[in-house]
Protein backbone atom coordinates (compact mmCIF):
# COMPACT_ATOMS: atom_id res chain seq x y z
CA UNK A 1 0.00 0.00 0.00
CA UNK A 2 0.96 3.58 -0.81
CA UNK A 3 1.93 5.46 2.33
CA UNK A 4 1.76 9.29 1.30
CA UNK A 5 -2.05 9.87 1.90
CA UNK A 6 -4.22 10.96 -1.37
CA UNK A 7 -5.55 14.48 0.05
CA UNK A 8 -9.29 15.20 -0.46
CA UNK A 9 -10.61 19.00 0.16
CA UNK A 10 -14.52 19.00 1.68
CA UNK A 11 -16.44 21.71 0.45
CA UNK A 12 -18.91 22.80 3.08
CA UNK A 13 -19.48 21.14 6.02
CA UNK A 14 -23.61 21.03 6.82
CA UNK A 15 -25.84 18.28 7.18
CA UNK A 16 -23.86 15.97 3.97
CA UNK A 17 -20.48 17.02 4.86
CA UNK A 18 -20.21 16.41 8.52
CA UNK A 19 -21.12 13.12 7.66
CA UNK A 20 -18.58 12.79 5.06
CA UNK A 21 -16.17 13.86 7.45
CA UNK A 22 -17.38 11.56 10.08
CA UNK A 23 -16.88 8.36 7.70
CA UNK A 24 -13.70 9.27 6.31
CA UNK A 25 -11.86 9.89 9.96
CA UNK A 26 -14.27 6.85 11.49
CA UNK A 27 -13.12 4.66 8.65
CA UNK A 28 -9.95 5.88 7.92
CA UNK A 29 -7.96 2.22 7.73
CA UNK A 30 -11.12 0.33 5.99
CA UNK A 31 -10.88 3.30 3.37
CA UNK A 32 -7.23 3.37 3.06
CA UNK A 33 -7.11 -0.74 2.55
CA UNK A 34 -9.82 -0.54 -0.27
CA UNK A 35 -8.39 2.60 -2.15
CA UNK A 36 -4.70 0.82 -1.78
CA UNK A 37 -3.40 4.65 -0.03
CA UNK A 38 -4.16 6.61 2.95
CA UNK A 39 -6.84 9.53 2.19
CA UNK A 40 -6.78 12.53 4.17
CA UNK A 41 -8.90 15.51 4.98
CA UNK A 42 -6.59 18.42 3.71
CA UNK A 43 -8.94 21.27 4.01
CA UNK A 44 -12.95 22.07 4.59
CA UNK A 45 -14.09 25.12 3.74
CA UNK A 46 -17.30 26.56 5.77
CA UNK A 47 -19.10 29.89 5.76
CA UNK A 48 -19.24 30.03 9.30
CA UNK A 49 -15.91 28.96 10.93
CA UNK A 50 -16.76 29.59 14.42
CA UNK A 51 -19.19 26.76 15.04
CA UNK A 52 -18.12 23.83 16.35
CA UNK A 53 -17.49 20.81 14.51
CA UNK A 54 -16.88 17.57 16.08
CA UNK A 55 -14.06 15.44 15.26
CA UNK A 56 -13.20 18.16 12.25
CA UNK A 57 -9.14 19.25 13.26
CA UNK A 58 -9.77 23.31 13.73
CA UNK A 59 -6.59 23.57 12.28
CA UNK A 60 -8.53 22.62 8.73
CA UNK A 61 -10.85 25.22 8.72
CA UNK A 62 -11.37 27.59 6.02
CA UNK A 63 -13.71 30.25 4.57
CA UNK A 64 -11.55 30.43 1.55
CA UNK A 65 -12.78 27.40 -0.48
CA UNK A 66 -11.09 29.15 -4.05
CA UNK A 67 -7.58 29.27 -2.32
CA UNK A 68 -8.39 25.64 -0.81
CA UNK A 69 -8.95 24.24 -4.43
CA UNK A 70 -5.93 26.06 -5.72
CA UNK A 71 -3.37 24.77 -3.67
CA UNK A 72 -1.98 22.49 -6.43
CA UNK A 73 -1.85 19.34 -3.96
CA UNK A 74 -4.94 18.52 -3.63
CA UNK A 75 -6.42 15.28 -5.25
CA UNK A 76 -9.98 15.32 -4.62
CA UNK A 77 -12.37 17.87 -3.68
CA UNK A 78 -15.74 16.69 -2.75
CA UNK A 79 -18.48 19.39 -3.12
CA UNK A 80 -21.13 19.55 -1.07
CA UNK A 81 -21.98 23.23 -0.63
CA UNK A 82 -24.80 22.95 -3.16
CA UNK A 83 -26.54 25.85 -5.32
CA UNK A 84 -24.54 27.27 -8.84
CA UNK A 85 -22.66 29.77 -7.83
CA UNK A 86 -19.61 29.64 -6.05
CA UNK A 87 -20.31 26.27 -6.52
CA UNK A 88 -19.77 26.05 -10.46
CA UNK A 89 -16.38 28.23 -10.11
CA UNK A 90 -15.02 26.28 -7.51
CA UNK A 91 -15.45 22.84 -9.46
CA UNK A 92 -13.59 24.41 -12.56
CA UNK A 93 -11.06 25.75 -10.65
CA UNK A 94 -10.40 22.28 -9.04
CA UNK A 95 -10.33 20.67 -12.39
CA UNK A 96 -7.74 23.09 -13.77
CA UNK A 97 -5.13 22.98 -10.92
CA UNK A 98 -5.27 18.83 -10.78
CA UNK A 99 -7.90 17.58 -8.72
CA UNK A 100 -10.89 15.36 -9.52
CA UNK A 101 -14.35 16.12 -8.17
CA UNK A 102 -16.83 14.59 -6.28
CA UNK A 103 -20.57 16.14 -6.01
CA UNK A 104 -23.77 15.73 -4.85
CA UNK A 105 -25.34 18.94 -6.69
CA UNK A 106 -27.63 18.19 -9.25
CA UNK A 107 -29.46 21.70 -9.74
CA UNK A 108 -25.52 22.01 -11.32
CA UNK A 109 -25.10 18.83 -13.09
CA UNK A 110 -28.79 19.59 -14.24
CA UNK A 111 -28.12 22.84 -15.44
CA UNK A 112 -24.35 23.15 -16.27
CA UNK A 113 -22.91 19.32 -16.31
CA UNK A 114 -22.27 19.63 -19.88
CA UNK A 115 -19.38 22.14 -19.58
CA UNK A 116 -18.25 20.31 -16.07
CA UNK A 117 -17.90 17.07 -18.09
CA UNK A 118 -15.67 18.82 -20.55
CA UNK A 119 -13.57 20.57 -18.26
CA UNK A 120 -12.73 17.19 -16.47
CA UNK A 121 -11.74 15.98 -19.12
CA UNK A 122 -9.99 18.67 -20.61
CA UNK A 123 -7.53 18.29 -17.34
CA UNK A 124 -7.86 14.40 -17.29
CA UNK A 125 -9.96 14.24 -14.08
CA UNK A 126 -12.73 12.49 -13.20
CA UNK A 127 -16.59 13.76 -12.22
CA UNK A 128 -18.54 11.33 -9.88
CA UNK A 129 -22.14 12.28 -8.96
CA UNK A 130 -23.71 8.92 -7.09
CA UNK A 131 -25.33 11.27 -4.46
CA UNK A 132 -26.73 13.68 -6.67
CA UNK A 133 -29.52 11.10 -7.92
CA UNK A 134 -31.26 9.12 -4.94
CA UNK A 135 -29.54 9.80 -2.23
CA UNK A 136 -27.65 6.44 -1.44
CA UNK A 137 -29.47 4.38 -3.89
CA UNK A 138 -26.87 3.37 -6.80
CA UNK A 139 -28.21 4.54 -9.80
CA UNK A 140 -25.76 6.68 -11.56
CA UNK A 141 -23.15 3.83 -11.34
CA UNK A 142 -25.49 1.00 -12.69
CA UNK A 143 -26.70 3.67 -15.20
CA UNK A 144 -23.16 4.66 -16.73
CA UNK A 145 -21.80 1.58 -15.87
CA UNK A 146 -23.85 -1.76 -15.35
CA UNK A 147 -26.14 -0.68 -18.06
CA UNK A 148 -23.63 0.89 -20.55
CA UNK A 149 -24.44 -2.56 -22.92
CA UNK A 150 -28.34 -2.13 -22.96
CA UNK A 151 -30.54 0.08 -24.31
CA UNK A 152 -32.59 1.91 -21.15
CA UNK A 153 -36.28 2.91 -22.64
CA UNK A 154 -38.10 4.17 -19.33
CA UNK A 155 -36.93 5.62 -15.93
CA UNK A 156 -39.84 6.02 -13.59
CA UNK A 157 -39.54 6.12 -9.87
CA UNK A 158 -39.57 8.45 -6.89
CA UNK A 159 -36.55 10.84 -6.24
CA UNK A 160 -37.46 13.15 -3.73
CA UNK A 161 -37.21 12.11 -0.51
CA UNK A 162 -38.82 15.33 1.34
CA UNK A 163 -42.10 15.02 -1.11
CA UNK A 164 -42.53 11.27 -0.64
CA UNK A 165 -42.13 12.17 3.64
CA UNK A 166 -44.39 15.19 2.98
CA UNK A 167 -47.25 13.18 1.04
CA UNK A 168 -46.91 10.32 2.73
CA UNK A 169 -47.40 12.02 6.09
CA UNK A 170 -50.51 13.81 4.47
CA UNK A 171 -51.96 10.13 3.34
CA UNK A 172 -51.27 8.04 6.27
CA UNK A 173 -51.76 10.34 9.37
CA UNK A 174 -53.44 13.63 7.86
CA UNK A 175 -50.92 15.49 8.64
CA UNK A 176 -51.11 19.31 7.17
CA UNK A 177 -48.40 19.53 4.42
CA UNK A 178 -46.58 22.79 6.61
CA UNK A 179 -45.88 20.38 9.70
CA UNK A 180 -44.83 17.34 7.66
CA UNK A 181 -42.23 20.34 5.73
CA UNK A 182 -40.92 21.43 9.11
CA UNK A 183 -40.33 17.63 9.71
CA UNK A 184 -38.63 17.07 6.54
CA UNK A 185 -36.44 19.90 7.01
CA UNK A 186 -35.41 19.15 10.53
CA UNK A 187 -34.41 15.40 9.80
CA UNK A 188 -31.66 17.08 6.92
CA UNK A 189 -33.61 16.20 3.66
CA UNK A 190 -34.95 19.20 2.26
CA UNK A 191 -32.95 21.38 0.43
CA UNK A 192 -31.56 24.83 1.61
CA UNK A 193 -34.81 26.70 0.02
CA UNK A 194 -37.54 23.72 0.53
CA UNK A 195 -39.13 25.72 -2.78
CA UNK A 196 -36.82 23.79 -5.00
CA UNK A 197 -38.54 20.31 -3.29
CA UNK A 198 -41.85 20.81 -2.77
CA UNK A 199 -41.75 22.72 -6.51
CA UNK A 200 -40.38 20.04 -8.22
CA UNK A 201 -37.21 21.24 -9.11
CA UNK A 202 -35.25 19.39 -7.16
CA UNK A 203 -36.94 15.97 -8.70
CA UNK A 204 -36.18 17.74 -12.38
CA UNK A 205 -32.93 18.12 -12.00
CA UNK A 206 -32.79 14.81 -11.14
CA UNK A 207 -34.55 14.01 -14.26
CA UNK A 208 -32.38 15.76 -16.35
CA UNK A 209 -29.52 14.00 -14.83
CA UNK A 210 -31.37 10.35 -15.40
CA UNK A 211 -32.49 10.79 -18.86
CA UNK A 212 -29.45 12.17 -20.42
CA UNK A 213 -27.29 9.54 -19.05
CA UNK A 214 -30.05 6.64 -19.83
CA UNK A 215 -30.58 8.12 -23.13
CA UNK A 216 -27.01 9.35 -23.91
CA UNK A 217 -28.52 12.68 -24.62
CA UNK A 218 -27.59 16.40 -23.06
CA UNK A 219 -31.03 16.73 -20.94
CA UNK A 220 -31.41 20.19 -18.73
CA UNK A 221 -33.44 21.22 -16.84
CA UNK A 222 -35.26 23.17 -18.66
CA UNK A 223 -36.46 20.34 -20.89
CA UNK A 224 -38.11 18.43 -18.15
CA UNK A 225 -41.61 19.81 -17.50
CA UNK A 226 -42.13 20.17 -14.13
CA UNK A 227 -45.17 20.44 -11.87
CA UNK A 228 -44.69 20.34 -7.58
CA UNK A 229 -46.76 18.82 -5.09
CA UNK A 230 -47.29 22.53 -3.32
CA UNK A 231 -51.59 21.78 -4.77
CA UNK A 232 -52.22 18.27 -3.93
CA UNK A 233 -55.38 18.45 -1.18
CA UNK A 234 -56.97 16.09 1.09
CA UNK A 235 -59.47 15.57 -1.38
CA UNK A 236 -57.22 14.24 -3.62
CA UNK A 237 -55.93 11.66 -1.37
CA UNK A 238 -59.69 10.98 -0.64
CA UNK A 239 -60.05 10.64 -4.73
CA UNK A 240 -57.17 8.34 -5.07
CA UNK A 241 -58.31 6.25 -2.42
CA UNK A 242 -61.47 5.55 -4.00
CA UNK A 243 -59.90 4.40 -7.20
CA UNK A 244 -57.41 2.17 -5.04
CA UNK A 245 -54.58 4.92 -5.85
CA UNK A 246 -52.11 6.66 -3.44
CA UNK A 247 -50.52 9.88 -4.87
CA UNK A 248 -46.74 10.19 -5.15
CA UNK A 249 -44.70 12.74 -7.06
CA UNK A 250 -42.98 10.63 -9.62
CA UNK A 251 -40.50 11.68 -12.40
CA UNK A 252 -40.22 9.99 -15.81
CA UNK A 253 -38.07 9.71 -18.57
CA UNK A 254 -39.04 7.29 -21.62
CA UNK A 255 -38.28 7.57 -25.64
CA UNK A 256 -41.13 8.95 -27.06
CA UNK A 257 -42.39 9.12 -30.77
CA UNK A 258 -40.56 5.23 -31.39
CA UNK A 259 -37.81 6.13 -30.13
CA UNK A 260 -37.02 8.85 -31.80
CA UNK A 261 -37.23 11.42 -29.42
CA UNK A 262 -37.17 11.49 -25.22
CA UNK A 263 -39.43 12.96 -22.96
CA UNK A 264 -38.59 14.26 -19.38
CA UNK A 265 -40.87 14.95 -16.69
CA UNK A 266 -42.17 15.68 -12.82
CA UNK A 267 -45.38 15.66 -11.45
CA UNK A 268 -47.56 14.09 -8.58
CA UNK A 269 -49.71 10.89 -9.63
CA UNK A 270 -52.17 8.26 -8.99
CA UNK A 271 -50.40 4.93 -8.92
CA UNK A 272 -52.52 1.65 -7.61
CA UNK A 273 -51.91 0.92 -4.50
CA UNK A 274 -50.47 -2.77 -5.53
CA UNK A 275 -47.87 -0.91 -7.16
CA UNK A 276 -44.50 -1.29 -5.55
CA UNK A 277 -43.77 2.80 -5.44
CA UNK A 278 -47.67 3.38 -3.74
CA UNK A 279 -45.32 1.42 -0.82
CA UNK A 280 -42.25 3.39 -0.52
CA UNK A 281 -42.79 5.46 2.80
CA UNK A 282 -40.91 8.54 4.39
CA UNK A 283 -37.61 9.86 2.68
CA UNK A 284 -36.94 6.90 0.91
CA UNK A 285 -37.04 6.35 -3.00
CA UNK A 286 -37.51 3.70 -5.76
CA UNK A 287 -36.60 3.91 -9.25
CA UNK A 288 -37.49 1.73 -11.90
CA UNK A 289 -35.12 1.13 -15.42
CA UNK A 290 -36.63 -0.55 -18.08
CA UNK A 291 -34.42 -1.75 -20.59
CA UNK A 292 -34.32 -4.31 -23.83
CA UNK A 293 -32.28 -6.60 -22.18
CA UNK A 294 -32.87 -6.59 -18.88
CA UNK A 295 -36.36 -5.97 -18.66
CA UNK A 296 -37.39 -4.44 -15.53
CA UNK A 297 -34.96 -3.30 -12.48
CA UNK A 298 -35.90 -1.68 -9.36
CA UNK A 299 -33.60 0.57 -7.27
CA UNK A 300 -34.74 1.39 -3.81
CA UNK A 301 -33.44 2.74 -0.64
CA UNK A 302 -33.21 5.94 1.32
CA UNK A 303 -33.24 9.12 -0.79
CA UNK A 304 -32.12 11.72 1.29
CA UNK A 305 -30.53 12.49 5.01
CA UNK A 306 -27.14 13.20 5.84
CA UNK A 307 -25.68 9.72 6.39
CA UNK A 308 -27.43 7.89 3.49
CA UNK A 309 -25.75 10.65 0.98
CA UNK A 310 -22.30 10.64 2.73
CA UNK A 311 -22.24 6.63 1.51
CA UNK A 312 -22.99 7.37 -2.38
CA UNK A 313 -20.51 10.21 -1.91
CA UNK A 314 -17.65 7.96 -0.10
CA UNK A 315 -17.94 5.33 -2.84
CA UNK A 316 -17.70 8.09 -5.38
CA UNK A 317 -14.53 9.14 -2.98
CA UNK A 318 -13.05 5.50 -3.44
CA UNK A 319 -13.48 5.07 -7.00
CA UNK A 320 -11.94 8.28 -7.76
CA UNK A 321 -8.75 7.73 -5.67
CA UNK A 322 -8.22 4.03 -7.29
CA UNK A 323 -8.34 5.88 -10.32
CA UNK A 324 -5.93 8.19 -9.45
CA UNK A 325 -3.74 5.99 -7.93
CA UNK A 326 -3.77 4.09 -11.59
CA UNK A 327 -3.64 7.20 -13.82
CA UNK A 328 -7.12 6.16 -15.46
CA UNK A 329 -10.65 8.42 -15.29
CA UNK A 330 -13.92 6.73 -15.14
CA UNK A 331 -16.38 7.28 -17.82
CA UNK A 332 -17.26 10.64 -18.83
CA UNK A 333 -20.41 11.92 -20.60
CA UNK A 334 -21.98 10.10 -23.43
CA UNK A 335 -23.94 12.60 -25.46
CA UNK A 336 -23.73 11.11 -28.72
CA UNK A 337 -26.99 9.76 -29.50
CA UNK A 338 -28.20 13.37 -29.15
CA UNK A 339 -31.81 12.69 -29.08
CA UNK A 340 -34.31 15.73 -29.46
CA UNK A 341 -36.58 16.16 -26.23
CA UNK A 342 -40.04 16.50 -27.16
CA UNK A 343 -42.34 18.67 -25.11
CA UNK A 344 -45.40 17.64 -22.45
CA UNK A 345 -47.52 17.38 -25.62
CA UNK A 346 -46.44 14.00 -27.12
CA UNK A 347 -46.74 12.44 -23.19
CA UNK A 348 -48.89 9.62 -23.49
CA UNK A 349 -50.89 8.14 -20.24
CA UNK A 350 -53.98 8.40 -18.29
CA UNK A 351 -56.15 10.92 -16.62
CA UNK A 352 -58.29 11.42 -13.64
CA UNK A 353 -60.27 14.58 -13.73
CA UNK A 354 -62.68 16.19 -11.38
CA UNK A 355 -65.23 18.64 -12.81
CA UNK A 356 -67.91 20.81 -10.93
CA UNK A 357 -71.06 20.79 -12.88
CA UNK A 358 -74.67 21.64 -12.92
CA UNK A 359 -76.79 18.59 -11.65
CA UNK A 360 -79.30 18.73 -14.65
CA UNK A 361 -80.16 16.04 -17.47
CA UNK A 362 -77.61 15.79 -20.34
CA UNK A 363 -74.68 17.43 -18.74
CA UNK A 364 -72.83 14.00 -18.47
CA UNK A 365 -73.61 13.76 -22.39
CA UNK A 366 -72.21 16.95 -22.95
CA UNK A 367 -68.99 16.22 -21.13
CA UNK A 368 -68.46 12.61 -22.90
CA UNK A 369 -68.93 14.30 -26.31
CA UNK A 370 -66.09 17.01 -25.30
CA UNK A 371 -63.94 13.86 -24.92
CA UNK A 372 -64.71 12.17 -27.89
CA UNK A 373 -64.54 15.12 -29.93
CA UNK A 374 -60.87 15.21 -28.73
CA UNK A 375 -59.84 11.40 -29.18
CA UNK A 376 -59.72 11.06 -25.48
CA UNK A 377 -61.58 7.86 -24.39
CA UNK A 378 -63.20 7.36 -20.91
CA UNK A 379 -62.61 4.50 -18.71
CA UNK A 380 -64.81 5.41 -15.77
CA UNK A 381 -67.28 7.95 -14.64
CA UNK A 382 -68.60 8.21 -11.23
CA UNK A 383 -70.75 10.92 -10.16
CA UNK A 384 -71.80 12.51 -6.80
CA UNK A 385 -74.63 15.24 -6.44
CA UNK A 386 -75.26 17.88 -3.96
CA UNK A 387 -77.63 20.81 -4.14
CA UNK A 388 -78.51 21.31 -7.98
CA UNK A 389 -74.43 20.87 -8.03
CA UNK A 390 -72.51 17.64 -8.75
CA UNK A 391 -68.99 16.72 -8.93
CA UNK A 392 -68.08 14.73 -11.89
CA UNK A 393 -64.55 12.19 -11.93
CA UNK A 394 -63.68 11.00 -15.20
CA UNK A 395 -60.77 8.82 -15.35
CA UNK A 396 -59.60 8.33 -19.25
CA UNK A 397 -57.66 5.53 -20.98
CA UNK A 398 -54.19 6.47 -22.26
CA UNK A 399 -53.87 9.66 -24.60
CA UNK A 400 -51.48 12.51 -25.43
CA UNK A 401 -51.01 15.43 -22.93
CA UNK A 402 -52.32 17.36 -25.71
CA UNK A 403 -55.20 15.81 -26.57
CA UNK A 404 -56.56 16.06 -22.36
CA UNK A 405 -54.99 19.59 -22.66
CA UNK A 406 -57.20 20.19 -25.79
CA UNK A 407 -60.43 18.66 -24.15
CA UNK A 408 -60.32 20.64 -20.31
CA UNK A 409 -60.37 23.73 -22.67
CA UNK A 410 -63.38 23.07 -24.59
CA UNK A 411 -64.93 21.36 -21.13
CA UNK A 412 -64.26 24.96 -19.44
CA UNK A 413 -66.54 26.39 -22.03
CA UNK A 414 -69.23 24.63 -21.63
CA UNK A 415 -71.73 26.53 -19.15
CA UNK A 416 -72.56 23.45 -17.28
CA UNK A 417 -69.28 23.43 -16.19
CA UNK A 418 -68.32 25.20 -13.07
CA UNK A 419 -64.91 24.32 -12.70
CA UNK A 420 -62.18 22.03 -13.08
CA UNK A 421 -61.48 20.46 -9.58
CA UNK A 422 -58.58 18.88 -10.38
CA UNK A 423 -56.20 17.06 -13.40
CA UNK A 424 -53.85 14.44 -12.23
CA UNK A 425 -51.77 11.57 -14.57
CA UNK A 426 -52.76 8.25 -13.64
CA UNK A 427 -49.35 6.15 -14.06
CA UNK A 428 -47.78 2.56 -13.08
CA UNK A 429 -50.92 0.59 -14.16
N1 LIG B 1 -29.39 16.68 2.48
C1 LIG B 1 -29.63 15.67 1.66
O1 LIG B 1 -30.39 14.74 1.95
C2 LIG B 1 -28.99 15.65 0.31
C3 LIG B 1 -28.30 16.72 -0.19
N2 LIG B 1 -27.74 16.65 -1.43
C4 LIG B 1 -26.98 17.76 -1.95
O2 LIG B 1 -25.81 17.92 -1.18
C5 LIG B 1 -25.43 19.29 -1.15
C6 LIG B 1 -25.32 19.73 0.30
O3 LIG B 1 -26.57 19.55 0.91
P1 LIG B 1 -26.75 19.69 2.50
O4 LIG B 1 -25.53 19.21 3.19
O5 LIG B 1 -28.06 19.09 2.81
O6 LIG B 1 -26.84 21.28 2.63
P2 LIG B 1 -26.48 22.16 3.90
O7 LIG B 1 -27.13 23.49 3.66
O8 LIG B 1 -26.76 21.44 5.17
O9 LIG B 1 -24.89 22.29 3.76
C7 LIG B 1 -24.24 23.13 2.86
C8 LIG B 1 -23.14 23.83 3.64
O10 LIG B 1 -22.34 24.57 2.74
C9 LIG B 1 -21.97 25.77 3.40
N3 LIG B 1 -21.56 26.75 2.39
C10 LIG B 1 -22.33 27.51 1.60
N4 LIG B 1 -21.56 28.29 0.81
C11 LIG B 1 -20.29 28.02 1.12
C12 LIG B 1 -19.04 28.50 0.65
N5 LIG B 1 -18.96 29.43 -0.29
N6 LIG B 1 -17.91 27.97 1.19
C13 LIG B 1 -17.98 27.03 2.15
N7 LIG B 1 -19.14 26.52 2.64
C14 LIG B 1 -20.27 27.03 2.12
C15 LIG B 1 -23.21 26.18 4.18
O11 LIG B 1 -22.87 27.05 5.24
C16 LIG B 1 -23.70 24.81 4.68
O12 LIG B 1 -23.18 24.49 5.94
C17 LIG B 1 -26.48 20.03 -1.98
O13 LIG B 1 -26.03 20.12 -3.31
C18 LIG B 1 -27.68 19.11 -1.90
O14 LIG B 1 -28.56 19.27 -2.99
C19 LIG B 1 -27.82 15.53 -2.21
C20 LIG B 1 -28.50 14.44 -1.76
C21 LIG B 1 -29.17 14.43 -0.48
N1 LIG C 1 -33.83 17.47 -0.86
C1 LIG C 1 -33.50 16.24 -1.49
C2 LIG C 1 -32.24 15.69 -0.91
C3 LIG C 1 -31.71 14.56 -1.68
O1 LIG C 1 -31.46 14.65 -2.87
C4 LIG C 1 -34.62 15.24 -1.28
O2 LIG C 1 -35.48 15.49 -0.43
O3 LIG C 1 -34.64 14.23 -1.98
NA1 LIG D 1 -27.52 7.77 -5.70
Redesign the pocket.
Known sequence: MRTRPLKVAL????????EVARIMTTHADDLAARIGAPVELAGV????PSKVREGIDPALIT?D?TALVKRGDIDVVV?????IE??RT?ITTAFEHGASVV??????LAQDGAALHAAAEANGRDLYYE???A?AIPLIRPLRESLAGDKVNRVLGIVN??TNFILDKMDSTGAGYQEALDEATAL?????DPT?DVEGF?AAAKAAILAGIAFHTRVRLDDVYREGMTEVTAADFASAREMGCTIKLLAICERAGDGASVTARVHPAMIPLSHPLASVRG?YNAVFVESDASGQLMFYGP????S??AS?VLGDLVAVCRNRLSGATGPGESAYAALPVSGMGEVVTRYHISLDVADKPGVLAQVATVFAEHGVSIDTVRQQGKDGEASLVVVTHRASDAALVGTVEALRKLDTVRGVASIMRVEGE
Open positions: LGCGVVGSAVRRTAEVIGGPALSANKALAAVGGTGYAEAADAGAGGPTA
